[in-house]
């Protein structure tokens, strides 16, 4: 019968937050959980319910580097949905991009293992997921 959802897949929504310093380091957490544990990453995770992907990226921000923002402080770069970006299931997220002060500390919470300012051009390999990419994106979005 047309019409019918038996392929469709479980999607996790989430949103990861590019937080660039004004002299170009990029905030980058250690995880501390699989899937690429002792990986660095991006700061991100899952969309509560009732909670907008920007919403999720200015919590998830704070709880893993201790960094505050305001929502419309942050820049859309784009949409991940790629099919196996993520080895637990389909996942899709929303990217934004943050510019910060210099001097913004960050310390690692919640599920990170350490929070740390890298220059963008000299990130540790490999990067988690696909934030590899999704740093070149924002890189290229950087006025």
């Known amino acids: 019968m047309a019409g019918t959802h038996e ?3 479980v999607i996790r929504y989430t949103a990861d937050v590019v937080a660039v310093a004004d002299d170009g380091r990029v ?3 250690e995880r501390g959980w699989p899937p690429f544990e002792n ?3 991006l700061p991100g995770g899952h969309v509560d319910e009732g909670e907008t992907s920007r919403a999720a990226a200015v919590r998830e921000l704070e709880e893993e ?3 505050h923002v305001a929502e419309d402080t942050l820049r859309l770069i784009g949409v991940w949905d790629q099919p196996g970006r993520d080895p637990r299931g389909r996942y899709v997220t929303v990217a934004y991009l943050v ?10 919470g919640d599920d990170a293992r ?3 300012w890298w220059p963008l051009t000299e990130l540790p ?3 988690a997921f696909d934030h ?3 740093l070149t994106a924002a890189a290229a979005s950087i006025p």
């Open 114 to 116: 350490d929070a740390r």
């Open 132 to 134: 590899a990419d999704i």
């Open 39 to 41: 990986h660095w990453a």
């Open 27 to 29: 905030l980058l957490i």
């Open 99 to 108: 510019t910060l002060p210099a001097d913004t500390q960050a310390t690692a």
């Open 7 to 9: 392929n469709h897949a």
């Open 65 to 67: 580097t201790g960094v």
């Open 125 to 127: 390999q490999p990067l």
